[in-house]
């Protein structure tokens, strides 16, 4: 069991020295403290926003803190190294004691804690989450979250990508922890993955020999290529289409009655008023389309009919005249 009191004593009294750092150098503004044991003895690092406040005029900080650590921690030949911070507004606890400064001049809570995060967004952050716990509008006790960005809260990504930081703000209705916590920007989490193209073949020299070849088979295919331009340029002269040729003429029927022309005889030249007139171009029956249905037309032909004979006139009867009433009368007297 030494060995386990050993490790406890000792953090405990780095954790104390911690303390005592943050209450003297709080106006340079702590940012971290390293202890190392070497050969030669302790070095303790100090990081800071102004490192001038801790050094003092000749020196004489750096001293006073030095004989501090040497007797009331019991570090053997303590050596102090003051570093500047890089860029304050990445450093969790250098944001956390001045948002508790700011808590302590009368700022409202909420706008402190938006402008801490946007702040620490602005410099790059990958995430960032503020608490401030305490009495902030009465006298129950409550809680504040204020986040943004991508956080981790366990595992080994927030050992290694997580910057935490603590202050306390003293006020009137009581005392108000503030805690701070920061993802580094150049953090690499598990799910990010890279993937590389492969490497690329190098590509082998040609050898003599092949080289050759290669250069007579392209002066072979562009030989080829001359030759076929050549013919299609023969078979089809430029600036003039191919023509046609002629069809032969036909030899026009003889009508009934007429004598044929001997061979060779001249043929009488046409009268001047004339013309002559060209073949009419009999029209060819479209072929029905496939799947309609084929039409016939029926042809009918009407035969000469005899002339009929002409009909005897018929004699008119003429119409017979009213006989007078007096000869009607005569009759039936008789």
Not at 203 to 217: L, M, N
Request: glycine residues 8%; proline residues 9%; positive net charge.
């Amino acid at each position: 069991m030494a060995s386990e009191r050993k490790f406890v004593t000792e953090n405990i009294r780095r954790h104390l020295l911690k303390e005592y750092m943050m209450s003297k150098v709080g106006r340079a503004g702590f940012g971290g403290l390293d202890v190392q044991r070497t050969p030669m003895g302790t070095r303790v690092t100090l990081i800071t926003e102004r490192p001038g406040l801790v050094i003092g005029r000749r020196g004489e900080a750096i001293k006073s803190l030095t004989r501090a650590i040497e007797e009331d921690f019991n570090f053997n030949n303590p050596q102090i190294e003051v570093q500047e911070v890089e860029n304050p507004n990445l450093n969790a606890q250098i944001m956390a004691e001045k948002l508790a400064n700011a808590l302590e001049r009368g700022w409202h809570f909420r706008r402190a804690g938006h402008s801490t995060v946007r702040r620490i967004m602005e410099s790059g952050a990958r995430g960032c989450q503020v608490i401030i716990s305490g009495k902030l509008t009465g006298q129950r006790h409550r809680t504040e979250k204020f986040k943004d960005g991508h956080i981790k809260y366990c595992g080994q990504a927030k050992l290694d990508w997580m910057m935490q930081g603590f202050a306390v703000a003293k006020l009137k209705p009581g005392v108000m922890g503030i805690t701070v916590q920061i993802m580094h920007p150049n953090a690499k989490l598990p799910d990010e993955i890279e993937i590389f193209p492969p490497p690329a073949e190098p590509t082998p020299a040609p050898q003599p020999g092949q080289a050759d070849a290669a250069a007579k088979e392209k002066v072979e295919e562009q030989k080829a290529a001359e030759a076929v331009e050549a013919l299609k340029k023969a078979a089809t002269p430029a600036g003039a289409a191919a023509e046609a040729p002629a069809k032969p003429k036909r030899p026009r029927k003889k009508k009934e009655g007429e004598a044929a022309p001997a061979e060779g005889a001249p043929q009488a030249p046409a009268a001047p008023g004339e013309e002559k007139k060209a073949p009419r171009k009999r029209k060819k029956k479209e072929a029905p389309a496939e799947g309609a249905p084929a039409t016939t037309e029926a042809i009918t032909v009407q035969e000469p009919q005899p002339l009929a004979e002409a009909p005897e006139k018929k004699e008119e009867k003429k119409p017979e005249e009213p006989k007078p009433a007096e000869a009607v009368e005569e009759k039936k007297e008789a």
